[in-house]
């Protein structure tokens, strides 16, 4: 920005008004937000004595909601007109940046985004509240102050600060421009994630404060009729924007892989499974009355984990153990969101220890079935579903436990992640599978099994089939037995066994779903969303568990004139990169990519980004994506020093770098000294496996300042005399490649198609069992909801299965 | 009712044994950051190693693509490092976490973080 010369005094035009006013605005509607929300708080927590106050207190949320819109319309258009007297624009924008990353700009830094979460968690408050019926006071209660503290801690991370360099005389400058959006942000995921996350992240207040709200008012049955919607709601919107997030990491960065258990991706992936763990508790409610306190319990759990995950990674805690880094949040901040987790959580688990249990007792149905009935089934996966969420969180967190312990952070990697989990995720896929088959009426093991005995038969078969597959040449794949991965933590398996049982279970599961889907189809196809999500589900884990395993990589360098040779591929580079469009943000390198089965042409992005000091190569790797398989290409930043720095020589002086002898035997001068014209010319000799070489080159001085020539030095090399020292008549060399090396790491991963396929597939089976339900609901009320039905009889209690 | 407080005294139980060995599980196995004087001595794989890089040590061997440079940790003790994964731009890295094992006197990895100088939070420090 203004950095050339920081002691330089800053002349720039005065900045407009209006956006002062605009910041002004802004910093008022935070405070306004705390103030009116407070006040929401206070009127509901009276109503009981006067409802007359409840007026104010439904005023006071709905004020203090819009305020924080308010804050984030103000921010929006500050970023929106270039307003780069805002420390916050600043740090986040550039000049002429395209519309749609100035928005996503919005929420790239630290305090944008936690002006989202609190604006996401605003609107579904606003949305909901009204729907609460007899639970609103209780509702808007907690909501409130968890709104409150959301801006006590914009109060004091503000994003509306002026740069204090820009005030000058009293007069507010607008710099030209910012510091710029983070070069690897800047693509279209960045605009859609960040807001789907973050709307699934602000949904899960709902479902908290509906939770503690059942429990204040000990009305622990309405509610879970009403909230159902919503928790699908939450559990869709978080399990698209988790996808995005993966399809991200894997279509950008470059290192071929969806997912990492980086504690970024951790703290959302928590409060989804708890989601998902709740909604079957939901289901196992409505249909029998009973798990009414493991309700009441799970209702909170994905909020709370949400908020002790984002104090986690906002604290500085977990070190460099994340590639997600955050800026150091302000003191008093974190310790507004450190007070509000520590008071929420324990509110939350007094209430529902004191008061959930008992009226969960209380109201409790009786235990009438008997054997692996569907209510036994959905109790163990809930279970399973919150051991993957607990164990997760528990891997999340270790690098605190650590720190306490050992005084310095320690990270799970992310084999440790599997190994542990693989103990949950076996029975989980196991139980998708058997559940569909499952009654809620009586049910003996022998019955069971029985159903599902052909779905056992087909899957093994087909197991086989996949792997024979899997054999044939052109799919790259090396069944070899002798590679072995350790499983459980313990067991040490060839792979090949390893990744055939994983195939078995996630077809066992797709099967059975799909079969059960077939059979409703006749009788009642709306209720088929339950079994298209569970198929969606398995098919995504197929796709992880194939690419993963089945995986290869080979890293090389090519040269222009030097192909290289990967997985059965010859790869080239038929021209040099257009030096005229090596600053545009579109520029494309093209490799050819030729083998007997298959060629193609690989674009891979590449360009470079300039700041005032530096100058930094971004690449986006290139995704062949074909129906088996994803070959992936990443391109590294392509190398052209053969030296990280230049070497100095005094006269007579011979140096080793890099395996390579260079002496400098001294210069001479051709020419009038201070004259354009004057010619230095340096003598070397250079030396490396293949040869010696003398060269000499050359520093011209020109009217533009020193002019060096770049001679070749063997066929490897080019010279050049980068500096000269008049008083020791020593001189720098800069060695070059005369072709530039591109690192490529190319990856082959199967079956890619299957988790796009698997994630599209447990959309459309949410976005169906939501559908459902909710023609269900225009339907009066009736008993037979909770009436136990056996899968004999049409399976209207199928509409109950869940989403995910 | 008796049996039903035996089972979810049991469950209880089972949960926290499993929280507990799952804790347990993790922090045995997760990945330290050592000095370079730990994983000289303690011969541990997979270790983290951070420190400051040497700027002028990196050397591209481009034969066995292998990225050789030396960073000094808090201790200002020197570890040189031979990393053999992905290609990776160190022009600008000024810290370095290697994740790898002592191997002699070279810690081994094929896994960095590089951390770049941010120019990006240059807008929040002048608050500082």
Redesign the interface.
């Known amino acids: 920005m203004n950095a050339e010369d920081p002691n330089a005094p800053l002349n720039f035009p005065d900045a407009p008004s209006w956006s002062l006013i605009v910041g002004e605005a802004g910093r008022f509607f935070v405070f306004a937000a705390v103030i009116l929300l407070l006040l929401s708080v206070v009127a509901w927590w009276r109503s009981g004595k006067s409802p007359k106050l409840e007026k104010l207190g439904k005023i006071g949320f709905l004020l203090g909601c819009l305020s924080l819109f308010g804050a984030f319309v103000s921010l929006a258009s500050l970023f929106i007109n270039e307003q780069f007297q805002f420390q916050y624009v600043a740090g986040h924008s550039e000049a002429n940046l395209a519309m749609k990353y100035r928005i996503a700009a919005i929420w790239s830094g630290q305090q944008g985004s936690f002006l989202l979460w609190a604006c996401t968690s605003a609107f579904f408050g606003l949305l909901a509240a009204p729907r609460t019926g007899i639970y609103r006071r209780w509702f808007t209660i907690p909501y409130a102050v968890f709104l409150a503290s959301l801006g006590g801690i914009l109060a004091y991370e503000t994003p509306f600060n002026i740069i204090p360099d820009a005030i000058r005389n009293g007069h507010v400058m607008l710099p030209p421009t910012g510091f710029g959006l983070v070069p690897a942000l800047q693509n279209y995921w960045v605009v859609i994630h960040p807001p789907t996350i973050f709307m699934g992240f602000g949904s899960l207040t709902v479902l908290f404060c509906w939770a503690m709200s059942a429990m204040v008012t000990g009305n622990s049955v309405d509610w879970v009729r009403m909230v159902r919607p919503w928790a699908l709601t939450s559990l869709a919107v978080l399990g698209l924007g988790l996808c995005m997030g993966g399809f991200w990491a894997y279509e950008t960065l470059g290192w071929g892989g969806f997912w990492a258990w980086d504690p970024v991706e951790n703290v959302s992936f928590v409060p989804w499974v708890f989601t998902a763990a709740f909604v079957h508790g939901l289901i196992i409610q409505a249909a029998r009355g009973r798990y009414i306190g493991g309700n009441l319990l799970l209702g909170g759990l994905p909020f709370l984990f949400f908020v002790y995950g984002t104090f986690l990674t906002r604290s500085g805690f977990l070190g460099d153990s994340s590639v997600h880094s955050f800026a150091e949040m302000n003191r008093m901040a974190l310790w507004i969101l450190l007070l509000y987790f520590g008071i929420g959580t324990v509110a939350f688990l007094v209430l529902w220890f004191k008061k959930g249990r008992r009226i969960a007792t209380e109201t409790e149905k009786p235990d009438t079935e008997t054997g692996p009935n569907r209510e036994a089934l959905y109790r163990t996966g809930i279970l399973l579903l919150t051991g993957i969420a607990l164990f997760t969180a528990i891997g999340m967190s270790v690098p605190v436990f650590t720190l306490f312990i050992n005084g310095r952070n320690s990270r799970p990697e992310e084999w440790l992640y599997h190994q542990v989990l693989s103990w949950v995720f076996i029975p989980v896929m196991l139980l998708v599978g058997l559940v569909p088959f499952a009654s809620w009426r009586n049910m003996t093991w022998k019955a069971l099994l029985l159903r599902v005995l052909n779905v056992v038969t087909v899957s093994v078969g087909l197991t086989g089939f996949a792997l024979l597959a899997f054999k044939n040449p052109s799919w790259g794949i090396d069944p070899n037995l002798a590679k072995t991965s350790t499983i459980l933590g313990k067991v040490e398996v060839p792979t090949l066994f390893w990744v055939a049982f994983l195939i078995f279970l996630t077809l066992f599961a797709a099967i059975s779903n799909i079969w059960r889907m077939i059979e409703t189809l006749r009788k009642s196809p709306m209720s088929i969303g339950g079994f298209v999500a569970h198929l969606g589900i398995s098919i995504f884990m197929a796709g992880m568990i194939l690419s993963r395993g089945f995986e290869s990589h080979q890293s090389m360098y090519v040269q222009r004139s030097r192909p290289a040779q990967a997985l059965g591929y010859t790869i080239s580079l038929p021209k040099n990169p257009d030096p005229e469009k090596l600053t545009d943000r579109d520029n494309k390198l093209d490799f050819n990519l030729t083998s007997p089965n298959h060629s193609f042409v690989a674009h891979p992005g590449f360009y470079y980004t300039q700041s005032e000091d530096s100058v930094k190569a971004m690449t986006w790797p290139h995704i062949e994506r074909l129906p088996t398989h994803d070959v992936y290409l990443a391109l590294g930043a392509p190398v052209m020093n053969v030296w990280e720095k230049p070497l100095f020589f005094l006269p007579g002086q011979t140096l080793t770098k890099s395996g390579i002898t260079v002496t400098f035997h001294g210069f001479d001068m051709k020419g009038q000294p201070g004259q354009a014209g004057t010619k230095f010319v340096g003598k070397f000799t250079i030396s490396d496996d293949n040869g010696t070489y003398e060269v000499t080159p050359s520093i011209a001085l020109t009217q533009d300042g020193m002019q060096p020539d770049m001679p070749p030095a063997g066929n490897e090399f080019r010279a050049m005399m980068s500096r000269i020292d008049a008083g020791t008549k020593g001189a720098e060399l800069t060695l070059l490649f005369r072709e530039a090396l591109y690192p490529i790491d190319l990856y082959y991963k199967p079956m890619t198609s299957l988790v796009w396929g698997g994630a599209g597939i447990l959309t459309l089976g949410g976005l169906l069992a939501a559908f459902y339900r909710r023609v269900r609901r225009t339907a009066p009320e009736t008993a037979d909801e909770a009436t136990p039905e056996g899968v004999a009889s049409p399976p209207k209690q199928d509409a109950l299965i869940p989403v995910s | 009712m008796k049996n039903k407080r035996f089972g979810s005294v049991l469950t209880g139980v089972l949960i926290a044994g ?2 507990l060995g ?2 347990v ?3 045995a ?6 000095t370079v004087s730990e994983a000289r001595k303690s011969g541990a794989t ?1 270790v ?1 190693l ?1 420190g400051k890089l040497e ?2 040590s ?5 034969k066995d ?1 292998a990225i050789t440079f030396r960073i000094r940790d808090n201790n200002n003790e020197e570890a040189t490092i031979v990393y053999t ?8 890295a000024t810290d370095v ?1 290697a ?1 790898g094992t002592m191997q002699g006197d070279q810690f081994h990895s094929e896994k960095l ?1 590089i ?1 770049c100088p ?7 420090k ?3």
């Open positions: 499993a929280i799952v804790s599980a993790f922090i196995n997760a990945s330290p950051y050592v997979n983290h951070k700027k002028d990196v050397k591209n061997d481009f693509h994964g992905p290609p990776q731009d160190m022009s600008e976490v994740i973080l951390k941010s120019k990006y939070e240059g807008g929040n002048a608050k500082v």
